[in-house]
């Protein structure tokens, strides 16, 4: 089965930091770009940023929202995509999505809160 | 960068045809997406590259794309197809772009 699954949500503090995991099946992770999308509650979808395969060098990129904070990165041989979320703001509470070739895992919550 | 527009809401009668338009001054460079998210779910994939039709997803979805706009128009509407809709491009460096959201509402 075709599947991702994010996990590492939580409850963290303005300026703390989290790690979120996408675990990849049922396709060739290693030769796919893996996209992060965030959705607060209530809102549209936002594009947080990208990480492309070993063949196109792993290049990132990231909204201008949080460059310099988050850092995508992968493991092929785990056919995980990770999300390190540093600095973080109350502003970026949101469900946070991965997503590649138009399968979307089904999100997890990040809250940022005192 | 640049933005997507998409009108806030449409709203159809059962068995109608509903169109909901995404404009931007560079999508005539770049394919453009469909998703459908319904409440709690995670989004769909419901058109890709203007107007491919993935595997599983009605014949009632369609896309087409004209111009500077591109537009998806679900043809007999049903109760089920209530839900937001959102396009998405891309930028030449391929840094994604979603339209603000379309609430279909099924009357």
């Known amino acids: 089965e075709v599947q991702l699954v994010e996990s590492g949500g939580g409850l963290v503090q303005p300026g703390g930091s989290l790690k979120l995991s996408c675990a990849a099946s049922g396709f060739t992770f290693s030769g796919s770009a893996m996209h992060w999308v965030r959705q607060a509650s209530g809102k549209g979808l936002e594009w947080v940023g990208r990480i492309r395969s070993k063949a196109n060098s792993y290049a990132t990129a990231y909204a201008a929202s949080v460059k310099g904070r988050f850092t995508i990165s992968r493991d092929d041989s785990k056919n995980t995509a990770y999300l390190q979320m540093n600095s973080l703001k109350t502003e970026d509470t949101a469900v946070y999505y991965c997503t590649s070739n138009g399968i979307w895992g089904q999100g997890t919550l990040v809250t940022v809160s005192s | ?107």
């Open chain 2, 1 to 107: 960068s640049y933005e997507l527009t998409q009108p806030p809401s449409v709203s159809v009668s059962p068995g109608q045809t509903a169109r909901i338009t995404c404009s931007a001054d560079a999508l005539p460079k770049q394919y453009a997406y469909w998703y459908q998210q319904k409440p709690g779910q995670a989004p769909v994939l419901v058109i890709y590259k203007d107007s491919e039709r993935p595997s599983g997803i009605p014949e009632r979805f369609s896309g087409s794309s004209s111009g500077t706009t591109v537009t998806l128009t679900i043809s007999g509407v049903q109760a089920e197809d209530e839900a937001d809709y959102y396009c998405q491009s891309a930028d030449s460096s391929g840094t994604w772009v979603f339209g603000g959201g379309t609430k279909l509402t099924v009357l």
